[in-house]
């Protein structure tokens, strides 16, 4: 139920041009702190979550993992993806408030 509410704010988000997706770069808002939320898909290898717990924890930047890479995608309206990273704060504290 708290994972639909997660998927659906993505959504919004994304559809709000609030989102970044894809891998190089999601870890350019991590490092820009741009963002302020980072989702990594349960399912994306070990070196993706690795990467972003990494780059999160020294950025200082809350991480979740979520669903799975076909889902998130779903979400933001593409095909698949490992990782979506919120940029906006209002969206970004719903998220964390959710997963929390």
């Known amino acids: 139920m708290q994972n639909n509410k997660v998927l659906q704010l993505l ?3 994304t ?3 609030k989102t970044v997706t894809g891998e190089s770069l999601s870890v350019k808002a991590v490092q820009s702190q741009e963002a302020k939320v980072v989702i990594v898909a349960s399912d994306a290898s070990d ?3 690795k990467l972003f717990r990494d780059k999160t924890s020294f950025y200082n930047v809350p991480m979740f993992e979520l669903s799975d890479k076909e889902q998130l995608g779903k ?3 593409k ?4 990782s979506i990273v919120v940029i906006d704060d209002g969206f970004a504290q719903s998220i ?3 997963l929390k």
């Open 47 to 49: 070196n993706t979550k």
């Open 79 to 82: 095909m698949t993806r490992a």
């Open 15 to 17: 559809r709000a041009g």
């Open 75 to 77: 979400a933001v309206g």
């Open 11 to 13: 959504g919004l988000a």
């Open 96 to 98: 964390i408030k959710l």
